[in-house]
Each structure stands twice: as C-alpha cells, then as structure tokens.
C-alpha cells in the first residue's frame, strides 16, 4: 500500500507542475515544451508501478515498469535481432516501396481523368480491408521471409499516401496554373516548379500516417508466419509462453522505432516545407 500511496502522491504534485508550467510565460520555451511530456510520462511509469505492486498484480497479468526495463536491458541482443527483422528488412523495405509506388501512380492518375474516377474509389476500397485478413494470404504468397512482410506494409501505406499526394496535386489554383502557361512552361515543368512544391505538406502527411502503418503492418504480418526472429514472432510466442514482460518489451521497442521513424520524417518535412504559411513564426 505504500508503493500506491506514493504514487498517488508523485501523480497529483507531478500534475500541479505541469498545469503550472503549460500556463505560465514559459510555456513556449523549448525546453518547457519538452519536460511537460516527459514529466507526463514518467509519472504514468511511477503510477503503473505503484498500482501494480500496491495492489499484488499478478506479473503474469501486468509486469511493473520496472521489470520490462530489466528484461529490456537483459535482452538487448534478442531485441536488436527482432528490430533488424521486422523494421529494416520487413517495414522499411515496404514503405519504401510503397511510398514510391503511390507516388508515381499519383503522378498518372493526375494524368488521367478514368484512372481518377476508377482507381480511387477502388483505393478507398482496398484501404478498408481489415489487415488480418490480407496478412495471412500474403505470406502464404511471399513465404515467411521478409517479403512478406514487405507485401503487407505495401498494402497498408499505398493508399494512405496515393490520396494525400493526389489531393496536393490539386492544390494550385488557376491563376497559378495560368501564369506557368504565360511562361509557356508544359506539363512537367508545371509540375517540377509549381505544384510538386505546393504538394509537398499533404505528401508528407500521407507520409507521417504511413510510418506508423508500416510498423503496424510488419509486426501483423509475422504473426502468420516468420522465422524465429522479429517482434511479431517474439510477441505471439512471448504470450503462449507467458513470458509477459519481454513482451511488453518488445512493445515498448516497437514504440520507440516507431516514435524515431515519425520523428524523422517530421524533420525532413520541416527541411523541405520551410516555405510554407503554416512554418513561419
């Protein structure tokens, strides 16, 4: 009962600093800004680990912060194999080829009005199609390796991207398009200097949901079928061996990969937008 009370008690004084900070004359500092989340989420862990050993939670049921991260450093060189596995050879392969294929058939369907009206609805369709249900048809296509993996990841983040670059493409209005025809500039021209650049914020955001998408997609997938490594491997059989804290270590990796890989293509967006309304100060 202790660990609980405690936890009670760093909560409500956590909680009184971050209201005080977010509305004082600091709150647009950078470094405000960054210690208002991560005291924010460390006082999640402390609250976790007060409940659970406060109240004699089985560790079978909800292990304590504090076990996941012994596990997760005892387990290093499991976790690194299970990360090259799913996320460098399964989920970053897919998204790539995913990302390049949604841009190019973008580029067509600006081209075409038919593939306008017939390939987008059949997109939003493909879209709504429950992952569970296409992993298991494409590993049966591709094997357990990493391709299939890729497949899925394919799946997941062709449309999400496809629509976001196809709606950027029509952003421009007719007085721009106008004044790149008085310059007798042709299609692709148009294209290179003037409406790729104004696509650039919705591509991205395409972008940014597909990260995550992507992840998602590769750790599914490898619950139908995978060699003995990856994280979707080591999470299905952590949980019928109920090895529950490198589970949730698998978890809390998957959640860091995946929080570095939105993170990095936020930078990138912010390097290559930094002319757009919504970026300056």
Sequence with gaps: MTWLIGALFFWLAAWALNTRLANSRLSTTLAVRTFIPVLFGLTLLVLWEGLVRGLGVSQVILPAPSLIAKTFVGSTDILWVDVVQTVFKGALRGFAIGALAAFAVAILIDRSAFLTRGLLPIGNFVAALPIVGIAPILVNWFGFDWQSKAAVVVVMVFFPILVNTVQGLRETDAMQRDLMRTYA???FQTLLKLRLPAAMPFVFNGLKIATTLALIGAIVAEYFGSPTRGMGFRIST?????????????????????????GLVALLELRVTFWHPSRRS
């Design 238 to 262: 952590g949980v019928g061996s109920l090895d529950i804290d490198l589970v949730w270590a698998e978890i809390a990796v998957s959640a860091l990969v995946g929080s570095a890989f939105y």
């Design 185 to 187: 500039a042709g299609y």
